[in-house]
């Protein structure tokens, strides 16, 4: 049974007021001046001061990093406000990577703002979540599958992986209320309570009301658990909605009403076919443009079992190189140095199946034929990804949001959902650990202020949802509800192709659509439009991202 401390929580599910909150924010100008990091990337920054939470003026105040990419394209039309994601993307990062997508996808006539939210990076504050330093985190975990990442082969059916993976039950229930105790009592602990999604949302219009005129209409563009924020900003701010783009859908109403660990089952919905186009992609280059295609002729299904094979080695001999399991597979944090992280990025498939799993295969199977450019770069990877799990903000924003804990649930509940996901939903993904979602039942705390409905607010304008087909972290059917919830409100465009959110393929078709309506509003007459991936977008030379489904033979067309 998961305990909370005593923190004066409280959900305002009906917070639609027009005002930001109790607490009003002084609108005065931005200092803006080139972004720490990325000097020379032609983004600016500023820093906007915050309230911690905005009905108690006692709880203090904190401070956002907030970065702008300017309008490529003439004047300025205005401004969009963009949430990354993850949660715990960090805006400055994604504008200094993706902001020439984004600017190309907007068509350049837009500022794009977005911001370190609370709980990311280094800059914000309250910023990144540390509950365990550098030099305890190997003695705190103990070899548990924190850090060493569930062993299972196939469906999970095999009884000694079912065994083990039990067997860790009841380490990883101690463990995780030592750890809630240890992030009460460490660096962020007085904090912790002030960074969920619905503060971000009162942040995001409190910024607007600084950069644009105060009340007007806001302009925003969501990504992954930036939907979340979307979604939530949509509802509680209604009148303030101006053109509100759902890119890579999250779905809002189920992280408001149900247990944490049960979203994993939808999260994965769609990664078995995001894995299978991969694959199939790789198999129609063909093994002298995709490393992993183990022979000319090689189906789709080949690629898998080639991959397989060293995910057996690793699972039967996991002292034998130095690659894990839990970096071959991946884990949830979109890293493109393993195959879940990598499927999110198609336009990057080449570099995955060329030089990151090459590197990784060589040390799994002892070949030697890797370059020596690969094999640092596998070492790098593995550092990195170890690395990232000190930081814990992701779980942190997540079950800050999250509905009570079931006082009736157990860890073997979420073992066994676990493995049922597995045999069911996602085979090769569905035992992944650790996952945020996972450790909400032993969250020390939720946020002041959670957002739990309702969702059927009337909008001053429509709202925008966009889901690709195979999205292996964001399935289809996630736009689709939200879309139904929305009803009229709302416009549906499923680009017909792969990776997390539509901005990784090329589609003039999505392109066209996001252009006209951030212009006057417009969109597609249909409830659902359907767009198709650019002839001229290829995944490797020769394959066409448009040829690629998750079930094509593996001969190229």
């Not at 200094?96 to 794009?112: E, F, K, Q, R, W």
Request: net charge negative.
């Amino acid at each position: 049974m998961a305990t909370f401390v005593g923190l004066g929580l409280a959900v305002y599910a009906n917070a639609t007021d027009a005002s930001i909150g109790d607490i009003q924010v002084q609108p005065t100008g931005l200092q803006w001046e080139p972004c720490p990091e990325y000097p020379d990337a032609g983004l600016s920054c500023a820093y906007f001061d915050i309230p911690l939470d905005y009905h108690n003026a006692s709880a203090g105040n904190g401070h956002l990093l907030v970065v702008k990419a300017n309008a490529t394209v003439g004047e300025s039309k205005g401004t969009i406000f963009m949430n990354p994601g993850g949660p715990g993307v960090s805006g400055l990062e994604s504008l200094a990577t993706d902001g020439p997508a984004m600017l190309n996808h907007s068509g350049g006539v837009y500022d794009i703002v977005s911001w370190d939210a609370r709980g990311i990076g280094p800059y914000t504050y309250p910023g990144d979540v540390f509950c365990l330093s550098d030099e305890e985190y190997d003695s705190f975990w103990n070899g548990s599958i924190e850090v060493t990442g569930t062993r299972w082969l196939g469906n999970f059916t095999n009884q000694t992986d079912i065994d083990n993976f039990f067997a860790q039950a009841p380490i990883i229930d101690a463990q995780y209320r030592a750890f809630g105790e240890r992030c009460l009592q460490g660096p962020n602990g007085t904090t912790l309570q002030y960074i969920g999604t619905a503060a971000t949302v009162r942040d995001m219009v409190a910024l607007a009301d600084v950069l644009q005129d105060p009340g007007t209409p806001i302009h925003y563009w969501g990504f992954s658990y930036g939907t979340i924020v979307g979604t939530y900003f949509a509802e509680m701010f209604p009148d303030r909605v101006g053109r509100v783009i759902l890119d890579g859908v999250l779905d809002a109403t189920a992280v408001a009403t149900k247990q944490s660990y049960l979203l994993w089952r939808t999260q994965v919905g769609s990664a078995e076919d995001s894995y299978n186009g991969f694959a199939n992609a790789c198999a129609l280059a063909g093994p002298n443009e995709c490393a992993v295609a183990p022979f000319e002729g090689a189906t789709g299904a080949d690629v898998v079992d080639y991959i397989s094979k060293a995910i057996e080695t690793v699972h039967d001999h996991p002292s034998a190189s130095n690659v894990s399991m839990m970096l071959l597979r991946g884990t949830l944090n979109g890293h493109a140095g393993n195959i879940y992280g990598g499927l999110y990025k198609p336009g990057q498939w080449y570099v995955l199946a060329n030089e990151t799993l090459p590197g990784l295969l060589d040390s799994i199977f002892g070949s030697g034929n890797g370059t020596s450019d690969q094999r640092v770069h596998s070492r790098a990877l593995s550092k990195r990804t170890f690395s990232a799990q000190h930081s814990y903000t992701e779980p942190a924003v997540v079950c800050d949001d999250s509905v009570d804990a079931d006082p009736n649930l157990t860890i073997n509940d979420i073992f066994d959902e676990i493995v049922d996901v597995t045999r069911t939903v996602s085979p090769s993904f569905g035992a992944f650990w650790p996952i945020p979602w996972h450790r909400c039942f032993y969250w020390p705390v939720r946020a002041v202020e959670r957002y739990q409905g309702p969702f059927n607010q009337t909008l001053a304008n429509r709202v925008l949802v966009i889901g690709n087909s195979w999205d292996n972290a964001t399935p289809f059917f996630e736009s689709q509800h939200i879309a139904d919830v929305l009803g009229d409100q709302a416009a549906l465009v499923r680009q017909n192709g792969f990776g997390h959110t539509s901005i990784y393929e090329d589609s003039s078709c999505t392109k066209n659509i996001i252009q006209a309506y951030l212009a006057d509003g417009t969109l597609p007459a249909d409830k659902l439009t359907v767009c198709e991936i650019d002839d001229s977008f290829e995944i490797y030379p020769g394959v066409k991202g448009a040829s690629v489904t998750p079930v094509n033979a593996g001969k190229k067309v």
